[in-house]
């Protein structure tokens, strides 16, 4: 799934839950933190597999149950303890929504080998085409199908949820911007 397409997915999911919860919508460091969530198997597995060379594919460590059983209860711990339990669980459900959004249609059909990452390094990954390095995968990896035109409709159903949810974060993020303006003109 592409970056937005898992954004899309967990904003959907995390605003769900956060007005069921708490009868509010998100706020702003939960949803950096669902942000983050959301793309951290890729900014982990896709730069050691395709520009280091390390990993032997780009949904591999981090895209793994096993790691997971491992990281998501160990960063909710931390929060916890740090008192911002919303944004740990945030950051979770990012990451474990990540990790099973990128299930490729194909599995509905029967083919098991697309889920084979969730399992590693216990399963063997199927062969993945080879890529130089990001920028070659972002210019010729990747295809634009029906798949991804609906990945594209989900977020812009994400964004007018956000929208109508008062474009949570978005104040903070400008407050931010205007202080670090004040500062560099100091």
Known sequence: ????????????????STRF????????????????GTQFPDLVDKPLAWSVGILPGGR???????????FVPAITAVAI?????????????GYVTHLFTDVPPS???GDLAGVAYLAWPLVDQPPE???GGLLDAILHYYAMGPYEVFQLGLFVVA?????????????????????????VRS
């Open 107 to 109: 599995v509905f059909a």
């Open 60 to 70: 591999t460590f981090t895209h793994s149950l096993l790691v997971a059983a491992l």
């Open 21 to 36: 919860r708490f009868d509010r919508p998100p706020r702003a460091w939960p949803l950096l933190a669902l942000a983050v």
């Open 159 to 183: 964004a007018l949820v956000w929208y109508r949810d008062g474009r949570p974060g978005l104040e903070r993020l400008w407050s931010s911007i205007e202080r670090l303006e004040t500062r």
């Open 1 to 16: 799934m592409w970056p937005w397409g898992h954004l899309a997915v967990a904003y959907l999911l995390y605003t769900a």
């Open 81 to 93: 303890h740090l008192d911002r339990r919303e944004v740990g669980v945030a950051f979770a459900l």
């Open 129 to 131: 085409d080879p890529v």
